[in-house]
């Protein structure tokens, strides 16, 4: 969760609508998803049988350009309302990695686990059904390039759509809403992919970052609303990038394990339903600010 996600948030003019305005800067991993498939397939077109020795390459190395592109961004954005009033009244701690940890573990630990249904299943849809695909079903590497360049064009309105969606009903109830979705997506997921099926395969695809978004689009203003100004970046990075060592890095590696040990990809549903249980256990003891202030923000 990077600043841009706090600053849109913070620059919120009434209460009533942050869940879709801290949706906004999230469109950044449809946006790059779809980018990158969608350079991954033209290369792939481009290289054809060379696409493993040095195709693969030419993406990373275009890459590159887009780090300049961000720095611009970055630096051309000014702080935002709340941050300023922080710094006037001298609110700034020295160290607010330290200071969050100490005073808010609990908040930091749930915003990690609140992620499990939505980061280890994105990284099975996104990354690891290309080796499941290909190896498994024998499925060519560019149906599933254009499945999933698909399924992220269809986050380009899922992503702020539940993220406006959680300012009407509640970002906990949302947020809930999407783990139990895909938990039980998890096994529809697999039956589509088994099918054999190049539609249904396609179907599975895009219909799988469905399930995501309703977690993704609100989950910006779910953790960061949880933590007072002067320690909201911290806090909300910290829980946020947690959840990558838990959820997301190891998601492919205990995919590949239990197909391995199973030899059935229901084993992956089951994984993916361990994660929506968690997550709905972590999001209910998580506090909801929808439509109210922030946290430390009530007499501001």
Known sequence: MGGSVLLSMEWAKTNAHRGFIASWPQFGVPAGLFLANLAV?????????????????????????????????????????????????????????????????????????????????????????????????????????????????????????????????????????????????GFAYIGLLNSGSSVLIVVAIILSLIPHDMMYGPQAALIAEGFPPHLRYSGASLGYQLASVIAGGPAPIIATALLATTGTGWSIAGFILVCAIMTLIATALMPDYTNRPMAGEEKA
């Open 41 to 185: 397939l033209a290369v792939s077109g481009l290289s054809g049988d060379a696409f493993m020795t040095w195709g693969w390459r030419v993406p990373f190395l275009i890459s590159i350009l887009l780090v300049g592109v961000g720095i611009y961004i970055r630096l051309g954005i000014i702080e935002s309302p709340t941050f300023t009033r922080v710094a006037a009244e001298e609110r700034r701690v020295r160290a607010p990695a330290l200071e969050v940890i100490r005073r808010y573990p609990k908040e930091i630990i749930l915003s990690a686990l609140l992620r499990m249904a939505e980061q280890a299943p994105f990284y099975l849809f996104t990354a690891f059904v290309f080796s499941y695909g290909s190896a498994t079903l024998g499925a060519s590497r560019d149906l599933l390039l254009m499945g999933v360049l698909a399924a992220s064009a269809v986050s380009f309105v899922s992503v702020p759509l539940f993220g406006h969606l959680s300012d009407r009903i509640g970002r906990r109830r949302m947020y809930m809403i999407g783990a139990t979705v895909m938990g039980l997506f």
